[in-house]
T-cell receptor, first 115, second 115 residues
Framework: AQSVTQLDSHVSVSEGTPVLLRCNYS??????LFWYVQHPNKGLQLLLK??????LVKGINGFEAEFKKSETSFHLTKPSAHMSDAAEYFC?????????????FGKGTHLIIQP | DGGITQSPKYLFRKEGQNVTLSCEQN?????MYWYRQDPGQGLRLIYY???????QKGDIAEGYSVSREKKESFPLTVTSAQKNPTAFYLC??????????????FGPGTRLLVL
């Protein structure tokens, strides 16, 4: 069985300061991990994914995430927040080869950017 | 432009009425999915289809039905048996399932409201 926990339901940072969104997972197999972003009333957009290659994954819009097996974590970071980063972020785990029913979504972290 | 389209953007349902949400993709993807999103609960899988004329129940299939007569189309019907249909519905697709891990591509969503 697999599960994913996003440790913060809301995160608030000031524009220009670093962003850290935390995600822990559990998996019986070698997992694949994803971060998606959702702007209000929109679909989800893939930010980045880890699929057993490099543990530090770079994504779009300056985001990156590091896979730490010993800590079962896949935290999302960005050095400097921008107002356009305000959105809902989902951490997703898959240990069934990414197959049709293989994705488990976290409950989301709402990122607020203060001017 | 390749992508996934969902219609309508907003849909209103009366008591005892069945309604159908449209999902079309021109990405030539084999697999398609329907998710339900409720505030603070992330995404939950309703149904998925790996190939034309085949589909499987997800975690919360009760009160919903689907069809997959064409590769490009995966409509979702919310039946009168679904007692709490108010939610944001997201359709997604992916190139293949099984051994290879792939990302899912999401449509813009349909918000269903009960009158």
């Amino acid at each position: 069985a697999q599960s994913v926990t996003q440790l913060d339901s809301h995160v608030s940072v000031s524009e220009g300061t670093p962003v850290l969104l935390r995600c822990n997972y559990s998996s019986s197999y070698s997992p694949s991990l994803f971060w998606y972003v959702q702007h209000p009333n929109k679909g989800l957009q893939l930010l980045l994914k880890y699929t057993s290659a490099a543990t530090l994954v770079k994504g779009i819009n300056g985001f990156e995430a590091e896979f730490k097996k010993s800590e079962t974590s896949f935290h999302l970071t960005k050095p400097s927040a921008h107002m356009s980063d305000a959105a809902e972020y989902f951490c997703v785990v898959s240990d069934k080869g990414g197959g049709a029913d293989g994705l488990t979504f976290g409950k989301g972290t709402h990122l607020i950017i203060q001017p | 432009d390749g992508g996934i389209t969902q219609s309508p953007k907003y849909l209103f349902r009366k008591e005892g009425q069945n309604v159908t949400l449209s999902c079309e993709q021109n990405l030539n993807h084999d697999a398609m999915y329907w998710y339900r999103q409720d505030p603070g609960q992330g995404l939950r899988l309703i149904y998925y289809s790996q190939i034309v004329n085949d589909f499987q129940k997800g975690d919360i299939a009760e009160g919903y039905s689907v069809s997959r007569e064409k590769k490009e189309s995966f409509p979702l019907t919310v039946t009168s048996a679904q007692k709490n249909p108010t939610a944001f519905y997201l359709c997604a697709s992916s190139p293949r399932t099984g051994a290879a891990v792939t990302s899912q591509y999401f449509g813009p969503g349909t918000r269903l409201l009960v009158l």
